[in-house]
């Protein structure tokens, strides 16, 4: 064989290893990706919670480096209580103290009139303090407050009866006069409070969108539990928790349900999550906002995807900072109304 055959057929051989490498190369980028092996467990990360404009390459690996312990002591959220400022409120007032037992018994079956919730307290004899009612205390004085607005619109005349109806047997049953405020008055109140809501609610999304292969529901888990995101309650939805027991996340990252639902999660794919956060909802002292854009971009480098709007269209730090500025002034209106972001009358309110 010829030196020139020699040289023809090795430059073949090299040109054919570079076309298999190529497709393999080709057909890896096209195949999902997938989370870690079974056996390798997964850590919980703290969430990246520096400045936000300095949330870039830097990112991954800081939020790599932090520990995020799920055993930590929280403080506890406390329990909702009748607010005259977005409660239409009704007094029962009897003529000696009633024990909460008394109290108990008679309770309506449910606490709601319609799609608003409402709330029974009543004045300890001793302290002097509202409170749920509870077994061995006597109450001076009963309260009932029904919510004025709630997400489902405001209160109206038909729920505003229900109420009425509930409260009515339960002031009769425990000897008390009910005194119940004009409907008419409770309507116009329930209107505004609801214009208002609707006004000033936020919550705020943006994309993550895979830019080559789509991921496996593992590989999104996995991502996600480094920078402190846990299983929520709903089938493609995981959170970031509050740092207060009982309170709503701070973050949300949500997919597909079916594909959370998928007996394979390795196989089954997922091009597009959702990471939200519900403005009035969140404390804005917790600083959702940067946990907000800083989680975007770590999730963003891990995952290699793009962080667009939901018309796709690309969020640079200039258009996070326009968001950042029109927050401010939510913040404030909501301040201005003693509903503040995070608070339990604006957790009641916004829900």
């Known amino acids: 064989m010829s030196s020139l055959t020699v040289a023809l057929a090795a430059l073949g051989g090299l040109v054919l290893a570079g076309i298999v490498a ?17 056996g390798r467990p997964v850590e919980f990360r703290e969430p990246v919670l520096g400045d ?64 608003k919730p409402f709330l029974i307290e009543g004045l300890n ?26 997400r489902g619109g405001a209160l109206n005349e038909i729920e505003y009866s229900e109420f009425v109806q509930a ?28 214009t208002f809501a609707s006004q000033h609610d936020a919550q705020l999304a943006v994309h993550l969108n895979a830019r080559s292969s789509p991921w496996s529901v593992a590989y999104i888990q996995q ?4 920078h ?9 939805r995981l959170v970031l928790p509050s740092m207060e027991e009982g309170a709503p996340p701070v973050l949300t990252l949500g ?3 079916l594909k959370a639902l998928d007996e394979h999660p390795q196989r089954a794919t997922v091009s597009d999550v959702t990471l939200s956060f519900d403005v009035p909802q969140t404390d804005a002292k917790a600083e959702p906002f940067i946990t907000w854009q800083a989680s975007a971009t770590a999730l963003s480098l891990g995952m290699d995807a793009a962080v667009v ?12 900072g326009v968001i950042g500025a029109e927050l401010t002034q939510l913040y404030a209106a909501l301040d201005a109304r003693d509903l503040a972001a995070g608070s339990m009358a604006a957790r009641r309110l916004f829900s």
């Open 22 to 38: 190529h497709g393999a190369w080709t057909a890896r980028r096209a195949d999902p990706k997938r989370g870690l092996p079974a």
């Open 52 to 115: 936000a404009g300095e949330a870039g390459a830097d990112a991954r690996d800081t939020a790599d480096t932090t520990a995020f312990s799920l055993e930590r002591k929280l403080p506890k959220r406390m329990p909702a209580r009748i607010d005259a400022l977005i409660d239409a409120i009704a007094v029962l007032n009897v003529d000696a103290p009633i024990s909460g037992e008394l109290l108990l018994a008679h309770l309506p079956p449910t606490r709601r009139a319609g799609s």
């Open 125 to 150: 004899a001793d302290t002097g303090e509202w409170e749920p009612p509870q077994t061995r205390r006597h109450y001076s004085e009963v309260q009932a407050g029904v919510q004025l607005a709630n």
């Open 167 to 194: 409260i009515q047997p339960l002031a009769e049953a425990v000897g008390a006069m009910a005194d119940f405020p004009d409907m008419l008055e409770v309507a116009a109140r329930a209107r505004e409070l609801d």
């Open 223 to 226: 991502h996600a539990g480094r």
């Open 228 to 236: 402190g995101f846990v299983p929520g309650m709903v089938p493609g």
């Open 255 to 257: 997919f597909d349900s």
């Open 309 to 320: 709007d939901d018309n796709g269209q690309p969020i640079s730090p200039q258009g996070f």
